[in-house]
């Protein structure tokens, strides 16, 4: 479904560098830290080591954000176990999972489904637009009969917090 050649180059989440270089620093951090500490205590054993590293391991699993590529009619999420794809031409259901965290949850006529974090459609216009541009495909062949009010409602912030920027950037707020 991603094949980049014939449809065109996919958008990425250009914030997903520095947050994979934070979770794989904070793993390290820790692994690094209870290495030491364990070995100038005179306790680092095999096991210990072995130990440590796994939960360093662990840490980098739940710390490593998902990666979001989108491109014309599809939208990817891709986990460190593993990667969920939707059609954005052909979306039945769009909702938010959640209140404190709320995750945006997508729906497509195959069953496939995936759940991503809207603040990276925030921080990234060019996935709204491949995402906007599909919904706007599936509201046109009347599959989204669900949920386009709640994209309706994320654009607008998306569009509110793009602007403040831009009043920011020239120095009118």
């Known amino acids: ?57 662990a840490i980098l699993v739940m710390l490593l954000p998902a990666r979001v590529t989108a491109g014309p009619g599809w939208l990817a999420v ?43 459609l925030h921080a990234n216009p060019l996935l709204w637009h491949e995402l906007d541009t599909g919904v706007r495909r599936s509201v046109a062949h009347g599959t989204l009969r669900r949920g386009a009010e709640v994209l309706a409602q994320l654009g607008h912030e998306i569009d509110d917090t793009n602007a403040l920027a831009v009043l920011r950037a020239s120095g009118l707020t």
């Not at 947050?19 to 951090?29: I, N, T």
């Open 1 to 57: 479904m991603e094949d980049r050649g014939r449809r065109g180059r996919a958008a990425d989440d250009r914030t997903w560098r520095g947050s994979a270089r934070l979770a794989v620093g904070c793993a390290l951090g820790f692994g690094g830290l209870t290495l030491a500490v364990d070995w100038n205590a005179g306790t680092l054993t095999p096991v210990r080591v072995l130990l440590w590293v796994t939960l360093s391991a």
């Open 78 to 120: 891709r986990g460190p176990l593993r990667r969920r794809t939707v059609r954005t031409d052909s979306l039945v259901y769009v909702g938010r999972n959640g209140d404190v965290c709320a995750h945006l949850v997508l729906r497509d006529t195959a069953g496939n489904r995936l759940e991503l974090d809207p603040n990276v």
